[in-house]
């Protein structure tokens, strides 16, 4: 049984929140883990998933807010089913990484933080992710793909569509 | 996924298990996984900070400083105290944690409970950067299955000792990177630095002494008990002990992840390890330790990597990440593309960072798109050297210093540049130097 009585997430994740709040030596050290977690099952940070955390850890929807717009993965509108982040930072630079950025916002006639019209794809400029020895690299949702050319992006687009991708969970 | 690299000239000492399915618990014990830790039980907290003092370890998130000593400074009460892993690794041109993470998991924790051992903690944390929540499921796995061991919980190896771990990634945030901005994050903040004094060894996490080490420092602990200090420094320089995973990304033609010793010379690592400029090109520069250390020209790349060295010649080891750039690179762009990432990165709290590379960056923008005067070269340097420890954390430096040097060994660059590039009309107006700059937008 849930803490919440009228949680809006799955049995799954109502028992991982349970558990995440008694694992620190305080509870409000579950925050940033639940943010992301709530991202993964319901798409974005909604209002509700404010309120139910805030509720959960016992503290102010402020706080809950304040913490949110700190970090540049949460987001508080939905993304696409698979989000598409190009790195272009130096070392990506280096090797194509703009050219890759104007490949995918041609391919998929969308630009930064826009999704497409289907809902399938959202692409987003980002800071460097840590995989700079394989430059260029992109994730798409947590997963990297790196080493790639336009050509080689599109067959990571074609593995996506064809439901090859893995989802967030 | 990543590939694997090698050159005959690595010593593996922490990639020795890379790439042999030590994610596999099994495994790493095969590999003389958890030994270490029971040596560090056996022989108490004094011997451990003993050998890693012997050792000469000097942490690799950046700073430099020597674990041992950093171990040896947590005071003897009887506070809760705290091992916290910095797994955040966000500085450009950085990715050697990712791989430790991603082929040698149980290193991280068994390096993790030694740190515990050595400061009297029963808790650690190992905290990654969000966009490595995949890497997460790997570390998360290998905690569970020491766990399943009896090797975490409750009396360790039947020590009497219990130790937890607690494995969680950030969200997206260079900054948390800074360890006092890492423990705010951890206690569910902002990621915003604190003032110091006091520093983490004496109120910390939650308010009890705290050790905060990078990742790769942390795995280096349990192959220098194994090995012994002195053995372990002998592998690197002067002051400067042990090897390093050194990340070499850009124009080279073998990108990727090297262990190399410490006082290896750059300029072979670039040549012989990485295989030198990719298709043959002209070296241009080499930004030396991720993208906050001052810029190499060609002529000033045959030195030691390590931290002594690299600091008399004016630049920094910082994190290992090398990056290389061949003559086709646009300076003016490249300086554009660094200080666009820390102004996006800075946390706003003090005024010199926040607004210094606001600025640094609106006018870089502005010349690279063609509408600099030369004056702006001047601005630029002006306003980065006094940003230079005006600020509370090191973001500030980290923004100036490879800003200074940009402008300083591609002065006539810059300058031509903005000559061949001269079109009509500025695209945001600016006031002469004097007069300036900064603070007034
Ligand atoms: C802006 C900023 C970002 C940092 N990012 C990291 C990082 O991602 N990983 C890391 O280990 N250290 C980082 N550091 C350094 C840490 O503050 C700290 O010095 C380090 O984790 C200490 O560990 P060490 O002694 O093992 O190097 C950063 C520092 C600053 C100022
Ligand atoms: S230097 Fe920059 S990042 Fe660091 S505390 Fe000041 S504003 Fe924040
Ligand atoms: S610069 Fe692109 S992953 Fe680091």
Redesign the pocket.
């Known amino acids: 049984m849930s803490e919440v009585a009228n949680t809006i997430f799955t049995p799954e994740t109502a028992a991982r929140f349970d558990h995440l709040v008694t694992i620190y030596p305080l509870r409000r050290s579950a925050l940033v883990p639940m943010l992301l977690y709530a991202q993964d099952e319901v798409g974005y940070i909604s209002d509700a998933v404010v309120t139910e955390i805030a509720q959960r850890i016992g503290i102010f929807e402020l706080d809950v807010r304040n913490v949110l717009s700190y970090y540049s993965m949460l987001r508080t509108k939905p993304a696409g089913k698979y989000n598409v982040q190009v790195c272009t930072n130096i070392s990506c630079m280096l090797r194509g990484g703009y050219e890759l950025l104007d490949h995918c916002k041609k391919h998929l006639g969308i630009g930064h933080k826009e999704v497409t019209a289907d809902g399938m794809f959202s692409l987003e400029e980002v800071e460097c992710i840590g995989a700079c020895c394989w430059a260029p690299a992109v994730q798409v949702n947590y997963d990297f793909h790196d080493d790639l050319t336009p050509a080689k992006m599109d067959t990571v687009f074609e593995m996506y569509r064809s439901g090859q991708g893995k989802d967030v969970k | 996924m990543p590939a694997l690299v090698s050159h005959p000239d690595e010593v593996r000492v922490l990639s020795k298990r890379f790439g042999q399915g030590a994610t596999d618990i099994d495994k790493y014990i095969e590999l003389d996984g958890y030994k270490a830790v029971q040596l560090g039980i056996a022989n108490g907290p004094q011997w451990i900070i003993d050998t890693m003092k012997a050792s000469g370890l000097r ?5 430099g ?1 020597p ?1 041992g000593l ?1 171990w040896s400074f947590v005071p003897k009460n009887d506070k809760a105290k705290y091992v916290l892993v ?1 797994g ?4 450009p041109g950085t990715c050697k944690d990712h791989v430790i993470f991603l082929h040698d998991p149980h290193s991280v924790i068994e390096g993790t409970m030694i740190a515990g051992l050595a400061i009297g903690a029963k808790m650690g944390f190992i905290y990654l950067r969000g966009e490595y929540r995949y890497l997460l499921k790997i570390m998360e796995k290998a905690v569970a299955d020491a766990y399943a061991k009896g090797y975490l919980g409750k009396n360790i190896f039947g020590s009497g000792i219990d130790f937890d771990v607690i494995t969680q990634t950030g969200a997206g945030a ?2 948390v ?3 006092s901005a890492l423990m705010e994050s951890l206690e569910g903040k902002r990621g915003v630095p604190r003032i110091k004094p006091p520093f983490p060894a004496v109120v910390g996490l939650y308010g009890g002494p705290t050790v ?4 790769e ?1 942390i795995a280096s602990a349990p192959p220098i008990l194994l090995m012994g200090g002195e053995a372990y420094a002998k592998l690197g320089s002067e002051r400067n002990g042990g090897t390093r995973l050194f990340g070499i990304s850009g124009h080279v033609e073998r990108p990727g992840v090297y262990e190399l010793p410490m006082g290896y010379n750059l300029k072979k690592a670039i040549y012989d390890v990485a295989g030198g400029i990719k298709n043959g090109k002209k070296l241009k520069a080499v930004v030396p330790g991720g993208s906050s250390c001052p810029v190499l020209l060609p002529e000033e790349i045959d030195v030691g990597l390590d931290f002594d060295q690299m600091g008399k010649a004016g630049t920094m080891l910082g994190s290992g990440g090398i990056v290389v750039l061949d003559e086709s690179v646009s300076i003016v762009e490249f300086a554009l593309r660094t200080i666009n990432f820390y102004q996006h990165e800075s946390c706003g709290w003090c005024i010199p960072c926040r607004e210094g590379t606001d600025w640094i960056k609106k006018t870089l923008t502005r010349v690279h798109a063609g509408g600099g005067n030369k004056k702006d070269v001047d601005n630029v340097q002006y306003l980065a050297e006094n940003m230079l420890g005006r600020t509370f ?3 500030g430096d ?1 923004a100036a210093m490879p800003t200074i040097a940009f402008v300083k060994k591609f002065r006539k660059e810059f300058e031509e540049y903005i000559e061949g590039k001269r079109v009509e009309h500025p695209l945001i107006a600016i006031k002469p130097l004097g007069e300036l700059v900064g603070a007034a937008h």
């Open positions: 942490g690799r998130g950046g700073a400083f674990t950093k910095n955040d690794e966000s500085e260079y900054e990177g800074e360890e905060i080490n990078n990742a420092t954390c090191p973001l980290a």
